[in-house]
Nanobody
Framework: QVQLVDSGGGLVQAGGSLRLSCAAS????????MGWFRQAPGKEREFVAA????????NYARSVKGRFTISRDVAENTGYLQLNSLKPEDTAVYYC???????????????????WGQGTQVTVSS
């Protein structure tokens, strides 16, 4: 069983930055690919970014590419999402997720993920 706790959200002005963290409860997450998703009020949850469990591959939604960076610290069992140049349309609850799979595979589909954090609110003011 893997438990994920995501944190780091907050209120920030447009153009600002935040770093979200996703702490895993078990060292076995070294072998789990990780992803971040977000859900804005009245909208469906959408893919944001993903990283393979060996760290060799990443993938980003077009709307965040070049502004957000996904990473992971294997020693700390923690994943990160750096959010730069934030826009009001980035306002949402952000969720981290984990899935076991091949070392270099990234996952964009939320239904492929078996473990989820509780979500952290990001609010960007204009």
């Amino acid at each position: 069983q893997v438990q994920l706790v995501d944190s780091g959200g907050g209120l920030v002005q447009a153009g600002g930055s935040l770093r979200l963290s996703c702490a895993a409860s078990t060292r076995n997450t070294n072998m789990f690919a990780m992803g971040w998703f977000r859900q804005a009020p009245g909208k469906e949850r959408e893919f944001v970014a993903a990283v393979s469990w060996d760290g060799s591959n990443t993938n980003y939604a077009r709307s965040v590419k070049g502004r957000f960076t996904i990473s992971r610290d294997v020693a700390e069992n923690t994943g990160y999402l750096q959010l730069n140049s934030l826009k009001p349309e980035d306002t949402a609850v952000y969720y981290c997720a984990a899935v076991s799979g091949p070392p270099s595979k990234v996952y964009r589909n939320e239904y492929e993920y078996g473990y989820w954090g509780q979500g952290t609110q990001v609010t960007v003011s204009s």
